[in-house]
């Protein structure tokens, strides 16, 4: 597609479900990231994958946290068991290469009630 | 602790104003990278510097990487209700233009008419 698609886009969950969300990349971009933003905050790194190499997971906040891509293509991000303060905008963005022009999507808005 | 500390974090002004954000480190960055983001999109790429001392200009937009690679700023001229929104600076740490694209706290402009 033109950009990077995330679904859903609003997502509300009760406290202890496990949630998945999905981010579809800009074809042929090698690099995909995964971000967590809270309201009115800046960005926090959650994973990084590019192309085959293994992941950076540095930013994974616990292990109720996962992520996958499979190749060059969709990428899920897991959270298990979620909390309230798991509530947040999760944002997924890829890169031709890792470096250099970053496309973000809308987002997931996912609310732990 | 952030990496990235931006200020001013709020920034309210009247249409035709002059403003300057700031973004600044103790380390130094490979580059630096500004966002805007409107609420309920992903933040959109403004500009990319590399080289110490860069300034780039975007039509009402100046940026300015400092000399030692630790700091850059952002000038609006005669802003605009059309500037609102929140304004990210993000950089890649150290030497690599790979990886973890970290991510400053972000400033929130709002530009009345």
């Known amino acids: 597609g033109a950009g990077v698609s995330q679904s859903p886009s609003n997502k509300v969950t009760e406290k202890g479900k496990d949630v998945e969300l999905r981010c579809d990349p800009i074809?042929?971009?090698?690099?995909l990231y995964w971000y967590r933003q809270r309201l009115g905050q800046g960005l926090e790194f959650l994973i990084y994958?590019?192309?085959?190499?293994?992941?950076?997971k540095s930013g994974l906040p616990s292990d109720r946290f996962s992520a996958e891509r499979t190749g060059e293509s969709v990428s899920t991000l897991t959270i298990q068991r979620t909390q309230q303060e798991d509530s947040a905008v999760y944002l997924c963005?890829?890169?031709?290469?890792?470096?250099?022009?970053?496309?973000f999507g809308s987002g997931t808005r996912l609310t732990v009630v | 602790t952030q990496l990235l500390e931006q200020s001013p974090q709020f920034l309210s002004i009247q249409e035709g104003e002059n403003l300057t954000v700031y973004c600044n480190s103790s380390s130094v960055f490979s580059s630096l990278q500004w966002y805007r983001q409107e609420p309920g999109e992903g933040p959109v790429l403004l500009v990319t510097v590399v080289t110490g001392g860069e300034v780039k200009k975007l039509k009402r937009l100046t940026f300015q990487f400092g000399d030692a690679r630790k700091d850059s700023s952002l000038h609006i001229t005669a802003a605009q209700p059309g500037d609102t929104g929140l304004y990210l600076c993000?950089?890649?740490?150290?030497?690599?233009?790979?990886?973890?694209?970290?991510f400053g706290q972000g400033t929130t402009l709002q530009v009345k008419p």
């Open positions: 074809s042929g971009h090698t690099a």
């Open positions: 994958f590019q192309g085959n190499s293994a992941p950076d």
């Open positions: 993000a950089g890649f740490h150290g030497s690599s233009n790979t990886g973890k694209l970290i």
């Open positions: 963005a890829s890169s031709l290469r890792g470096g250099y022009g970053y496309t």
